[in-house]
């Protein structure tokens, strides 16, 4: 059973940095992209950033320049490092991995459990 844990999330002041960190578990045949969602209060999931299996990034506009998405294949990992937090970036902030399970079958999206960032002002 393939499971997304996340840590690192906590409370920083507003212009403070936080490490979110992402470990894939169980029978995994290969991770594709992977990315980094964040949900606040009353608002829908929105996506952060992505990164390919390749390496290559991509950023939502507000993040970008502050936020850096790494991923470490061979740890099955991917981390988010957060800069310059804002308190309107307070939120869930979860893992999700497009992976495939078996090479005979689809990939398909897993999603972890989230952490909380509360970022005061």
């Known amino acids: 059973q393939v499971q997304l844990v996340e840590s690192g999330g906590g409370l920083v002041q507003a212009g403070g940095s936080l490490r979110l960190s992402c470990a894939a578990s169980?029978?995994?045949?290969?991770?594709?992209?992977m990315a980094w969602y964040r949900q606040a209060p009353g608002k829908q999931r929105e996506l952060v950033a992505g990164?390919?299996?390749?390496?290559?990034?991509n950023y939502r506009d507000s993040v970008r320049g502050r936020f850096t998405i790494s991923r470490d294949n061979a740890k099955k990992m991917v981390y988010l490092q957060m800069n310059s937090l804002k308190p309107e970036e307070t939120a869930v902030y979860y893992c999700?991995?497009?992976?495939?399970?078996?090479?005979?079958?689809?990939?398909?999206?897993?999603w972890g459990l989230g952490t909380q960032v509360t970022v005061s002002a």
């Open positions: 999700n991995a497009n992976l495939r399970v078996r090479f005979w079958e689809p990939p398909r999206d897993y």
């Open positions: 169980g029978s995994i045949y290969v991770i594709n992209d």
């Open positions: 990164i390919t299996s390749g390496g290559t990034p």
